[in-house]
């Protein structure tokens, strides 16, 4: 497809993967969305990309069992730490990505993790309430006598991968193959590798299985109409399972229209709420502020999960206080990670204002990216990011619910025996999540992500009617 510069011998090669086939090649040069760095992909081959309707998905009649199974083995193949295309991919996207090679490592080991027979099963059982349908017809009779048979029938499914999380390409390969899915993966230009990767691993163990032969990951750059407009046809795919900022998912969305769906995870703000028990004691205090910077520092602060606004129930020179604290705790575990990158021009420029507005802020740390914590009165009217968190002192945290909206994905909340006071408020306001300050970062297997079952959206809901049952 379109390159943007010509090709260079210094370029990282990114493969694409067909079926079960790695194709290498140079075709096309791009850009990593934050680093800038080079890599070469081959051509598309829109052929190979695009499953005709008349194939039958080639998981249809393969024993959700035996998936979960295959899905196992590739689990235990990608922890191998001499997994050689693990270790390559490993390699390569330590030049393109932001985060420092130790939690790259950390996210692709975590990662496999979901690949547990426990866990894949108990994700099913989350998602549908009869898991039989997956597997066949399901049998159904109503009040009137009329009887039908109701199939999770196996959809053809896009993946447009989010660039901040590679482990959201392992978790994406095994909910496709779970709902039997026809999936072409769209790799994101700070991750063109690990999707790739993994079922480079899976062809290893059987190039024809039927997952294999599932799945299909290729680049292009996000918004190339000439790929787009073709690949983003319902006469080719159902749905669309787009991950993003807002400008990707908007991008997708003009594509939509009858029998082309988009399931949405879109850009999330995850916030703090902290309540003025935290005061208590200098040990309630500090805990409460270790809590806090766990949450800011999941994946670094580039998970949708992670802290960015903490709601606090204090006076301003207890905010203080407690910014003291969160500041100290989040320096401890930006040393500690590595990869440090200072704040971009434009958000350094916000901060160093705010430091001229010492009436109404008051800001710790430095813009180096070794964390930076706002207090300040009323949310900053900027996204902080790069370890940088608001502090916002109310003098109550029913203050803090206008402040929540359809964007609030996870709300981390603290004392713990307040949280049953707020949870339909924050439900009400939009938030899809809360969980107990310090805990965003972990999740029970099968819940709702952004406000709904993943797996059950994707499936294609088939009904046989069969007429009225004999009296």
């Given amino acids: ?226 790929v787009e407009r073709i690949l983003f046809r319902p006469q080719y795919f159902d749905k669309i399972v787009a991950w993003g900022g807002g400008e990707a998912i908007d991008n997708v969305a003009r594509y939509l229209g009858p029998g082309l769906q988009l399931v949405s995870f879109d850009p999330k703000t995850s916030i703090s709420m902290i309540g003025r028990e935290a005061f208590d004691t200098e040990e309630t205090l500090e805990r409460a502020a270790g809590l806090a910077a766990e949450d800011v520092m999941v994946l670094n602060q580039d998970a949708c999960v992670a802290s960015r606004f903490v709601f606090l129930e204090a006076n301003e020179q207890d905010a203080d206080r407690f910014c003291d604290r969160l500041y100290r705790r989040i320096a401890e575990r930006a040393i500690a990670s590595g990869g440090n990158r200072p704040l971009d021009a434009e958000l350094k420029e916000q901060i160093r204002t705010l430091v001229l507005l010492d009436d109404e802020f008051r800001v710790w740390g430095k813009t180096d990216g070794t964390g930076v914590v706002i207090r300040s009165g009323a949310p900053v009217d900027f996204h902080p990011v790069g370890k940088t968190v608001d502090v916002v002192s109310v003098e109550s945290l029913d203050e803090a619910i ?48 952004d406000a709904m079952y993943p797996l059950h959206r994707f499936v294609h809901w088939m009904v046989h009617e069969d007429g009225t049952a004999a009296v």
């Fill in 1 to 226: 497809m379109t390159a943007i510069e010509s090709p260079q011998a210094a370029a990282l090669s990114a493969p694409f993967f067909f079926r079960g086939e790695v194709v290498e090649g140079t075709d096309a040069v791009h850009r990593s969305r934050d680093l800038g760095v080079s890599f070469t992909t081959p051509g598309i081959e829109l052929d190979r990309a695009v499953p005709l309707r008349s194939e039958v998905p080639p998981l249809l009649d393969v024993p959700l069992d035996d998936i979960v199974d295959f899905l196992v083995e590739t689990g235990r193949r990608i922890r191998d730490p001499r997994n050689p295309f693990v270790r390559d991919c490993i390699d390569r996207m330590s030049a393109t990505h932001t985060l420092p090679r130790p939690l790259l490592e950390a996210q692709v080991a975590g990662a496999a993790a979901y690949l547990d027979k426990r866990l894949l099963h108990a994700v099913v059982e989350q998602n549908f309430p009869d898991p039989g349908a997956l597997d066949g017809w399901i049998p159904k009779q109503d009040f009137l006598g009329r009887r039908s048979f109701v199939r999770a029938f196996a959809p053809r499914l896009i993946h447009v991968l989010p660039g901040n999380s590679p482990g959201v390409a392992v978790k994406s390969i095994a909910q496709g193959a779970l709902v039997k899915a026809i999936n072409l993966f769209k790799m994101s230009s700070s991750d063109p590798f690990t999707t790739v990767a993994v079922l480079r691993a899976m062809a290893d163990i059987d190039p024809e299985h039927p997952v294999v032969r599932s799945m299909s990951a290729v680049y292009w750059r996000g918004g190339d109409a000439a």
């Fill in 402 to 449: 206008r402040h929540v909206t359809v964007a609030t994905q996870t709300v981390g909340f603290f004392p713990f025996d307040r949280m049953p006071d707020f949870r339909d408020r924050l439900a009400a306001g939009g938030a899809q999540r809360i969980v107990r300050l310090g805990e965003a970062g972990p999740s029970t297997i099968g819940n709702p992500h």
